[in-house]
């Protein structure tokens, strides 16, 4: 047990050590290949481009700088395929620091609405719809300094940013119930992640692992059950999405990613979202900015294909194959039409239920042809990726969501019962979601600020609801979720709420309306992967196309994501146009040791590593030094961060 102890306790002085080093060698070492300067900017002061044109900044300096326009880029077009949040982030910077014009940008775009995964529509046949949430933090670089530039819809003279600033200040997010127990008990959400010494240790050893000795790897390949167990695993499944058979890669980057945010986990105090639903605070004020600018939007246009021309190492689109309106038509293409590509999709092929009909058999799904068009294009090049990957296993890649709708005063008491506000004030209700942490279905439900929709009745409320296991039969309704209709999904839900069982069916009947949505490939990119799997966002040798999304690949960052969608958007029309301007580094705080101390500290629920006990050799040296460090300034940091302690000397 000493010996354990020991060891967790020099893996968190390792991480400090590890932390500093890598800022070090962030700042001062020279990269050797184009891949590697991808990942660091050369010494201070001289921010070298990549072989893309693409470098990375901090700092506000580059931030608030306006680029010079890109010679020569009136004579230049750009086709962006889809109209998900990475195309109009693109689009928008192609207007914004390329200056392209706005009749020269054309997206094309298979359904009849914009937005992609971000929506939120009121169904006439069906009702409200969300198939998914945004949950967005401070650290959202490339996010910000967009939305920055897009104005607000509700907000006169303010901007998206401004709006949804002044919204999470005035109303800061958090959760006063993360998860509960026996049909709507408070699960004992006081902070505490109740990880063994080995469940730590396994987490340490994980952040400190190369790259490519995960790819392919799961997270069941390096984690065991003294994390699954644990509260931190139920936290971390359910906001993230992740299953135990999830890439480790992923997992890791996620972990570095956010780690300042550790002590927010269990009550989403990390966390902030927009006022609406996020097509109508997000997707539809790009739209209104880009048509302003005289952006061309071409609905029920399918890309089927984008055909390269290969010459040697040189990679040209030279035509773009689709289907408008189911007219097969070919749109050719020279070195001057930039081709923008987001490839693969999470919500491809959903699958809609109703009240009253299960997301099964004939049910409506909608396609897009998003994982045909990757594979037509992989089939090219390897260098454009492995599509099969990430598509080919949806019993892996599946889970469901559903929005219920209510008005009624006996649910809506219930709800405020567990998550202790009054869901119908307009602020922050659950915080997040509210996991049900005996529920076979593993079931989560939230609620966002009401109305979620702009469209909403004053005294209705939406609900979102979410499982990450479709195919086991459920506590209340004995059928898997997959098969459930919307009428079954709500009494399931109402069971976790603790309503008397005799009341379930007439409520969820008569007082409250479901759509489910099954999608098929919604953490598809969390699936192991390795090394080319994913396509750069810039190929090698491609001098007309980009991928955008969350399967083209850009150092560091996490995908599902709003964040990535807009970060591969901006190195995208930044790597083909030309734009000399950083794009701002993914938030660095993984190198910063105050932040390793903290999250070091609230990963042990509070405990130092330094109040464990060492080796005895190493034990008597301990009080000394701590003596001799408590002296200088290194001490003051260990004591802000709850590393060093009264009485510990």
């Known amino acids: 047990m000493g010996k354990s102890k020991w060891k967790v306790g020099m893996a968190s002085a390792l991480a400090v050590g590890a932390g500093a080093a890598a800022v070090v060698a962030g700042r001062k070492k020279k990269s050797k290949t184009h891949k590697e300067s991808n990942y660091r900017n050369?010494?201070?002061?001289?921010?070298?481009?990549?072989?893309?044109?693409?470098?990375?900044?901090?700092?506000?300096?580059?931030?608030?700088?306006?680029?010079?326009?890109?010679?020569?880029?009136?004579?230049?077009?750009a086709y962006l395929v889809g109209s998900g949040l990475a195309s109009l982030a693109a689009a928008c910077f192609l207007v914004r620091d390329?200056?392209?014009?706005?009749?020269?940008?054309?997206?094309?775009?298979?359904m009849d609405v914009a937005g992609g995964a971000c929506d939120g529509i009121n169904d006439p046949s069906r009702g409200y719809v969300m198939r998914g949430g945004r949950e967005m933090e401070d650290h959202f670089e490339c996010l910000w300094d967009l939305f920055r530039s897009i104005p607000s819809l509700e907000v006169p003279d303010a901007s998206v940013l401004d709006e949804y600033y002044w919204l999470n200040k005035h109303d800061p997010n958090y959760s006063l119930c993360r998860a509960t127990v026996n049909r709507g008990e408070d699960a004992h959400t006081d902070g505490k992640f109740r990880l063994s010494q080995k469940g730590s240790m396994e987490i340490m050893k994980l952040f400190f692992m190369k790259d490519e000795d995960l790819y392919d790897k799961t997270i069941e390949d390096v984690f065991d059950d003294e994390v699954f167990r644990s509260d931190f695993w139920l936290y971390w499944r359910t906001m993230f999405a992740f299953e135990n058979w999830h890439s480790a890669l992923e997992m890791k980057r996620y972990?570095?990613?956010?780690?300042?945010?550790?002590?927010?986990?269990?009550?989403?105090?990390?966390?902030?979202?927009?006022?609406?639903?996020?097509?109508?605070?997000?997707?539809?004020?790009?739209?209104?900015?880009?048509?302003?600018?005289?952006v061309q939007f071409q609905f029920g246009t399918e890309v089927t294909n984008v055909r390269f021309e290969m010459e040697g190492e040189k990679k040209t689109a030279r035509a773009i194959e689709c289907k408008v309106h189911g007219e097969v038509q070919e749109i050719p293409l020279t070195e001057d039409d930039f081709v923008f590509i987001t490839n693969g999709s999470c919500t491809e092929g959903t699958i809609?239920?109703?009240?009253?009909?299960?997301?099964?058999?004939?049910?409506?799904?909608?396609?897009?042809g998003c994982w045909s068009l990757w594979k037509n294009i992989a089939r090219q090049d390897p260098a454009f990726g492995h599509p099969e990957k990430f598509c080919s296993n949806i019993e892996k890649t599946n889970w469901e969501s559903a929005t219920v709708t209510t008005s009624n005063e006996k649910i809506i008491s219930y709800i405020t019962k567990i998550c202790k506000r009054d869901p119908r004030t307009g602020k922050v209700v659950t915080g997040g979601i509210v996991s049900c942490r005996d529920s076979s279905w593993l079931l989560s439900?939230?609620?966002?600020?009401?109305?979620?929709?702009?469209?909403?009745?004053k005294d209705e409320i939406c609900v979102w609801v979410y499982s990450l296991f479709t195919d086991v039969p459920g506590n209340y309704v004995k059928k898997p979720m997959k098969e459930c209709t919307g009428k079954e999904i709500t009494e399931e839900w109402l069971y976790h709420l603790g309503i008397p069982v005799e009341e379930i069916p007439e409520l969820a009947e008569h007082h409250a309306n479901c759509t489910p949505t099954m999608m098929p490939y919604i953490t598809a990119f969390f699936m192991p992967r390795s090394a080319g799997d994913r396509p750069d966002v810039i190929p090698d040798g491609c001098v007309n196309a980009a991928f955008l999304g969350q399967f083209a690949e850009t150092p560091r960052d996490t995908i599902f994501t709003t964040e990535y969608s807009v970060r591969t958007a901006m190195e995208a029309v930044y790597g083909l146009c030309g734009v000399d301007r950083g794009v701002p580094e993914v938030w660095g705080s993984v190198y910063d040791v105050r932040e390793l101390l903290d999250s070091t500290v609230k990963l042990?629920?509070?405990k130092s590593p330094l109040e464990m006990p060492l080796p005895k050799p190493l034990e008597m040296l301990k009080k000394p030094l701590l003596k001799k460090a408590d002296k200088t300034i290194i001490g003051k940091l260990l004591r802000d961060h709850g590393v060093l302690k009264d009485g510990m000397i």
Do not use: C
Request: charged share 25%; aromatic share 12%; no cysteine.
């Open 604 to 606: 042990m629920d509070g």
């Open 352 to 368: 809609y239920g109703d009240q009253n009909h299960a997301p099964t058999g004939d049910a409506e799904v909608r396609n897009s």
């Open 42 to 77: 050369t010494e201070r002061g001289k921010q070298a481009k990549n072989s893309k044109g693409i470098y990375y900044s901090s700092g506000n300096y580059e931030a608030f700088a306006r680029p010079e326009k890109p010679e020569g880029i009136e004579g230049k077009s």
């Open 445 to 457: 439900w939230t609620i966002n600020r009401q109305g979620q929709f702009k469209g909403q009745k």
């Open 255 to 294: 972990f570095q990613r956010f780690i300042h945010h550790i002590g927010g986990l269990p009550d989403f105090s990390a966390l902030k979202f927009t006022r609406y639903n996020q097509y109508e605070s997000l997707i539809l004020p790009m739209q209104k900015y880009l048509e302003g600018a005289g």
């Open 98 to 110: 390329a200056r392209m014009p706005g009749e020269n940008i054309h997206i094309l775009e298979a």
